[in-house]
């Protein structure tokens, strides 16, 4: 269930699950960069459905923080200043 440690080659193995879900999304990514090259206009509607999808969530992210006033991952303690 740990992560080992490799003592001979000095590198961290990683569990079973983790190695398996490497291999599947390698083999989905070989699948679908081969689909891209026989078909590019796959590609490209893909490239644009992520950027609108990206472009909502930023714009909902965007509207949320204007109206409640609060904007995402910024500290709420004021800097110490030192003179």
């Known amino acids: 269930m740990g992560v080992k440690f490799d003592m001979q080659a000095g590198t961290v193995k990683m569990p079973n ?3 398996a879900f490497a291999v599947l999304v390698g083999i989905l990514s070989l699948i ?4 891209v090259l026989i ?3 796959l590609g490209l509607l893909v490239v644009v459905y992520f950027l609108a999808v990206a472009l909502i969530f930023l714009g909902l992210e965007r509207l949320m923080a204007g109206i409640t006033g609060h904007i995402s991952g ?5 800097p110490k200043t030192t003179v």
Not at 74 to 78: G, Q, R
């Open 17 to 19: 699950w983790a190695r």
């Open 74 to 78: 910024v500290n709420k303690e004021e």
């Open 39 to 41: 078909f590019p206009g």
């Open 32 to 35: 679908a960069g081969f689909l």
